[in-house]
């Protein structure tokens, strides 16, 4: 079963954008849409939610009021077309804090936080970057109009090309995506991933060889930026 996900919006074209995100993400299953908090309320007292996509700025109640109205909330994402609250988000302690209108791949991101957040395993030592991720765990990206699933385990490197990203594999062929290398920085999870340099950012058990200035991955030499020395030393005992 994937993640329950509750949409609630007043704008009927608002939920219907959600919807249709919610629809293309494997592990993403909706169950149901609601237009104001009552509703909402009625179908967390009767169907177990995992995510709760909420507006904010909504007729008869708030999002953020019916948010501490809960005794023990799902794990909560804000949409809204306000800038003006996002500190109750920081106070409510909210995955993520969507902006109207909202892009699909700031959309994968948020759900790539959920995603981390579900996956947090107990505290390891200071090693832990260079532990490799599950075999199940996966990202999406989109390439070529269609969403394409890149299993984390099977990444080498990513380097970044100007407004793209290039994602390279063990089992596919080079993926050209544009997006930030930041942003998929931010989507990775935090072990077993090191960004080595502005341009690239590696996975830790794919390492061949490596010297103070450069890692080796796959017959590849990749520098070692000195704004990322410190890391990347800290990781690899360099």
């Given at each position: 079963m994937g993640t329950?996900?509750?949409l609630v919006d007043d704008e009927p074209p608002a939920l219907a954008i959600l919807a249709s995100y919610v629809d293309m993400v494997d592990g993403l299953e909706m169950v149901g849409t609601c237009q104001n908090a009552v509703?909402?309320?009625?179908?967390?007292?009767?169907?177990?939610?995992?995510l709760l996509f909420l507006d904010i700025n909504m007729p008869k109640l708030l999002g953020t009021?019916?948010?501490?109205?809960?005794?023990?909330?799902?794990?909560?994402?804000?949409?809204?077309a306000y800038r003006d609250y996002a500190l109750d988000g920081y106070e409510l302690d909210v995955v993520d804090y969507l902006l109207k209108?909202?892009?699909f791949d700031?959309?994968?991101?948020?759900?790539?936080?959920?995603?981390?957040?579900?996956a947090v395993a107990p505290p390891i030592p200071a090693e832990r970057e260079a532990v490799p991720p599950?075999?199940?765990?996966?990202?999406?990206?989109r390439a070529d109009r269609k969403m394409v699933k890149i299993y984390l385990h099977d990444i080498l490197y990513v380097e970044s090309l100007k407004d793209?990203?290039?994602?390279?594999?063990?089992?596919?062929?080079?993926?050209?995506?544009?997006?930030?290398?930041?942003?998929?920085?931010?989507m990775l999870p935090e072990t077993g991933f090191l960004r080595i340099h502005r341009s690239y950012i590696i996975a830790v058990n794919k390492i061949s060889a490596f010297t103070p200035a450069h890692v080796d991955i796959a017959g590849v030499e990749?520098?070692?930026g000195r704004l990322y020395q410190k890391d990347v030393g800290r990781v690899l005992k360099i």
């Open positions: 329950r996900c509750l509703q909402a309320f009625s179908v967390l007292q009767e169907r177990p939610v995992d009021d019916f948010l501490r109205s809960l005794r023990n909330p799902p794990k909560t994402i804000f949409t809204t209108p909202i892009p700031r959309f994968l991101r948020a759900i790539a936080k959920v995603m981390k957040t579900e599950a075999n199940d765990a996966f990202l999406y990206f793209y990203i290039k994602i390279v594999t063990i089992s596919q062929k080079p993926l050209l995506v544009k997006q930030t290398i930041s942003s998929v920085e931010e990749l520098p070692i």
